[in-house]
């Protein structure tokens, strides 16, 4: 699979290592608008061809799939081009700016009969894996409950970087620079995350957005600090349980931690992202009445970029497809519309698909 990185940010580095580890892909080109930031990162990954536009490299026309790591308002204007030229998608989350934008997005590339695939990256959590597989096993029995949190703490320290006078993290702060605040950012993989381990969709939610007062000002340059850092969601699944959903980056002592617990009628499932593997522990059977954990042993599962090289060239999509992360947008576009009133909203039943 000869694959070409479409922005070459932060994230990118990711794709090109990962992309890199793998036998058959050779990345044979970058796109960037930033001719600095392309130079360096194709020098840095021994990348042969630069295009500082993606026309460029469409009509240059050697390559059969891209990585789409563009901010997340660009993910739209980039990929559809890349379907209309016959390439395989591989796309960051979240998949668009709204559910309009992203149900475009997976029609064409099924119209196209394209390979498109979402890196909602938490699915690399072999944890979760393992979750998803002893759920619908009937290990706990039918799910009644569930509580999922995504805890970050990046407004309130340094570690990641200065983020109240660089420019570069716009993208997840500010409404007009294309940001959806921690609910586009982080919420869509919290929401992925239940929803993968539940087996079930979304049938309705509630949610409460906050928008806190972030720095001196809440200005960098011309954009306002004006998206939402934490959210607060009640939700129902097609399958009847109920659940809270929550995430914030004023999460103090969190760095990054993704945690679930799902209650069903014969036991109870707790998953992290915590290490290489994340953590998973049930109780079920004879452990019920004592309300006793125990460890599951975890091994290695295959992640996204592996994934997506292996549907490019078995020409079988894989999960998480663009259809499944449109529906997700979806609920994000809700949860945005029942903030207003802080009312409950019905997610339409077309689009309540379950991935596999
Ligand atoms: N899956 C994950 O866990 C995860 C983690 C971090 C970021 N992300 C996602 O990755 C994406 C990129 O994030 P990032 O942190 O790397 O951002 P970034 O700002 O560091 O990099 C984005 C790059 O895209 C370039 N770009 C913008 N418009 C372009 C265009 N029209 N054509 C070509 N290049 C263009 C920018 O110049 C920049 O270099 C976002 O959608 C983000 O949500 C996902």
Known sequence: MRLVIVGTGGMANSHARKFGELDGVDIVGGVDRSEDRLSAFCDEHNIPNRFTS?????????????????????????????????KHVFCEKPLASN???ANEMATAAEQGGLINMVNLSYRDVSALQ??????????IGEVRHFEASYLQSWL???AWGHWDKEDRWLWRLSEEHGSLGVLGDVGIHILDFAGFAIGASYQSI??????????????????????NDSFTMMAETSSGAIGVVHASRFASGHMNDLHLQVHG????????????????????????????WQ??????????????????MSAVNGHPTFRHAANLQQVLDLAVESNKDKGRRDIPKSTQLQDA
């Open 99 to 101: 559910y309009a934008d």
């Open 54 to 86: 993606l026309e460029e490299a469409i009509a240059w026309g050697e390559f059969d799939a891209v990585a789409n790591v563009t901010p997340d308002a660009v993910h739209h204007p980039t990929t559809m081009p890349l379907l209309t030229a016959g």
């Open 265 to 292: 009628t014969k036991g109870g499932i707790k998953v992290t992202n915590t290490g290489d593997l994340g953590e998973l522990f049930v109780c079920s059977g004879t452990n019920l009445e004592k309300a006793e």
């Open 295 to 312: 460890q599951v042993e975890l091994a290695p599962t295959p992640n996204n970029y592996r994934k997506f090289a292996e549907a490019v």
């Open 130 to 139: 393992k979750a998803h597989e002893l759920i619908a096993a009937g290990e």
């Open 206 to 227: 509630s949610c409460n957005l906050k928008t806190f007062d972030k720095a001196p000002g809440n200005q960098i340059g011309d954009y306002k600090l004006d998206a």
């Open 156 to 158: 309130t320290q340094p």
